[in-house]
């Protein structure tokens, strides 16, 4: 399942924030495909800044990437709330809210 990470790469500042520094680590091991790691480096980012968008953005795309999609959907709609207009986190919202549609027809719920 492909899901887009929010990179957290800035302008080159005198000192980064603790939640920029957690989403930089966890966009790497990310993208090794260390997904326990990156969730937990992601949650470490949300916990420091709990109005980041891209932290809850990318915590979403880790915990689907996980299986754990009722606390990936929950991590995108707080994402979407602090950013409704932001593509990425809308695609990837609705990419998820499709998966999981697309599973309870499976499993045999309406």
Known sequence: MASLLASASWPLAVQKSAATLQLEFGVKVAMKGSWNEAAFRFQKAVDADENNARAH????????????FEAARAAYEKALQLEPSDPRIRLNHERLLSFLKSQRRVAGAP
């Not at 953005?57 to 754990?68: C, F």
């Open 57 to 68: 953005n990318n915590l979403g795309v880790a915990r689907e990437n996980l299986g754990q």
